[in-house]
Every structure is written in structure tokens, then in C-alpha cells.
């Protein structure tokens, strides 16, 4: 007997460097729309083997120790996953096909394994085969600075839409490319807002044009309000406890603006028609607004893998 799973009608695909991007970046939305019945797929990109360990008892896994991160990266994402309520989750190529490549400039851009070093065809091929598993009508990754220049969110930049163009040959290509972005409105409402506190995550800079991301608000296309998620947003930040120590100023600015600071994400449209939005900017409140609702569920069968 041949068991057909259809998956929901909206299909919302991510592609991510290492394990915390998506929490940190794109964690509320990925929750609201988990919680609203969309189908939610996360491609990450490596295990983010060379980051930095901030819990003490576990700084022998470093790289240049035991090299046993990535490994444990996993299990800290798979929990981040659970507080997002997102439970289709697959590494590009597998876990441990590509390598974090380290920050730019590093003798570990050059590992044979780094993503940075990646065969961008066969990277994509990757992608591919899970758009055509899943079929999503919207993707979202980074911009061509990958939001802020490391070398593996840009390589995920360039690996997706490269996936882009290959999908579309096929006729599975997303409907619509969504880039992270950071409103410099926003940003500059929270440099001001930290400027008398003695715990200002941005004392060293003296304005937003000294950061490497802030997109004019005019350049903005999407504004998610997922305040409602900001709790599951914050759980699966504090999953990835290696990365975000819990003294974080990502936390104390969450403490400070609260379910705005966390639930509320923004986007730049790289590819399709932008649909109906509001406010001086017309920023769409839906990742899917303009897309023909209910698609034909029959044209999205879950492969072999997801048969259950
Ligand atoms: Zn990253």
C-alpha cells in the first residue's frame, strides 16, 4: 500500500548557517508560523563547529580540543527546535557534510570540508531535492553581505538562490525570496534608547551607519508581528546555550523591550511580487500575502523520507 502524506498548504522554508541563526534571526517567525499550521522546513547549513563555548564545563569541546561541538550543536538545536514548535529540521547535504568555515580570513575558510570552500552546484543540489520534497511557496535566507559578512551566512546566501534558479528549471522554485534585515528605524530607536545605560550592547558605536546591517525602512517589505511567540522565541535562543551565554545583551535588551524586541522580525523581498501591506511603507504582516491561497495539495506529496 502506497501511504500520500500532503503537507499543509503553506510551506515556509528556511535556510541558516549554523545552529542559532534561526532562533536568533527568524525564531518568532518560524513559531508563528508553526503555530498557525504551516508547514515549517529548517536547512542549516553546518554545525557551526567553530564557535566560541560559553559554558565553561563544556570548553574542551572547542575545535582546536576535542572538536566534538558540531556533534553537540545538534542536540542544542533540536531543542531549539521543540521551543519553536518546528519539527522539520535537516542539515545541508547531512550533518557534517559542510563545515563551519570560522569567521572570515581564517586558516579554517580553507578546511576541505569548510561551506566556504562548498561546490556551489552540488550545494544547491542539495537544496533542490528538498524543494522538491516540500514545495515551499516562500523561502528566507540572508542578502548577498549575509546580513553581516560571515563567510558561511553569505555562502548560505549564495547556495539558495543559486537553489533558486536550479528549482525553477523543475517548476518547484519558492514563489517569493525573503532577505533578514534590520530597519535602521528600529535600530536607531534602540541605540537611543541604550544611550544612558551602563550595559549598552552598542556604547562603541556612534551611529548606525557604523553597523554592518540597517536597511532603510523604505527598503523593507515584511514586518512579522509574532509577539505572541516572543516566550518560545527567547526558550529556543537559551537552547543554544554554548552560543548565547545567559548574560547576553540580547537578553537584557529582550528584558528592556520586551515581547517587541523579540517577536516583531523584519525582511527584504528578493524575488516575487510583493503583496498588500500596511502603513506608510506598505510592509506586508504575512510572508504568503499575495500568493494564491490552497494550492493544490496533491502537487505536494511528502517523499519517501517523510512517508509516516
Ligand atoms: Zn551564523
Known sequence: MTVVTTLPDRRLLLVHAHPDDESIGTGSTMAHYAATGAHVTLVTCT????????????????????????????????????????????????????????????????????????????????????????????????????????????????????????????????????????????????????????????????????????TPDEHIAARIDATEQHAAKEAAMRAHATQIPASSWLYSIAGNFGAEFMGVEYFTLAVGEKGPGTGRYGWEDDLFAGLPAGEDPDRSPVGAAGVR
Not at 68 to 86: F, M, N
Not at 104 to 114: D, V
Not at 143 to 152: K, L
Not at 161 to 185: D, I, N
Open 47 to 214: 554545525l557551526g563547529e567553530e564557535g566560541e563555548i560559553h559554558v565553561p564545563e563544556l570548553a574542551r569541546l572547542a575545535a582546536g580540543e576535542a572538536d566534538q561541538l558540531g556533534g553537540y550543536r545538534i542536540a542544542e538545536l533540536a531543542q531549539a527546535c521543540r521551543a519553536l514548535g518546528v519539527t522539520d529540521h535537516r542539515f545541508l547535504g547531512d550533518a557534517g557534510r559542510y563545515r563551519d568555515s570560522g569567521m572570515m580570513g581564517l586558516a579554517t575558510n580553507e578546511h576541505p570540508r569548510a561551506f566556504w570552500q562548498a561546490d556551489l552546484d552540488e550545494a544547491a543540489g542539495h537544496l533542490v531535492e528538498i524543494m522538491r520534497e516540500v514545495r515551499p511557496q516562500v523561502m528566507i535566507t540572508y542578502d548577498d553581505n549575509g546580513f553581516y559578512g560571515h563567510p558561511d551566512h553569505i555562502q548560505a546566501h549564495r547556495v539558495a538562490m543559486r537553489a533558486v534558479e536550479l528549482a525553477r528549471v523543475q517548476g518547484c522554485a519558492p514563489a517569493k525570496v525573503y532577505f533578514t534585515a534590520m530597519p535602521r528605524s528600529v535600530l536607531e530607536a534602540g541605540m537611543s534608547h541604550f544611550t544612558e545605560s551602563s550595559d549598552n550592547p552598542f556604547a562603541e558605536i556612534g551611529s548606525v551607519d557604523e553597523l554592518p546591517f540597517g
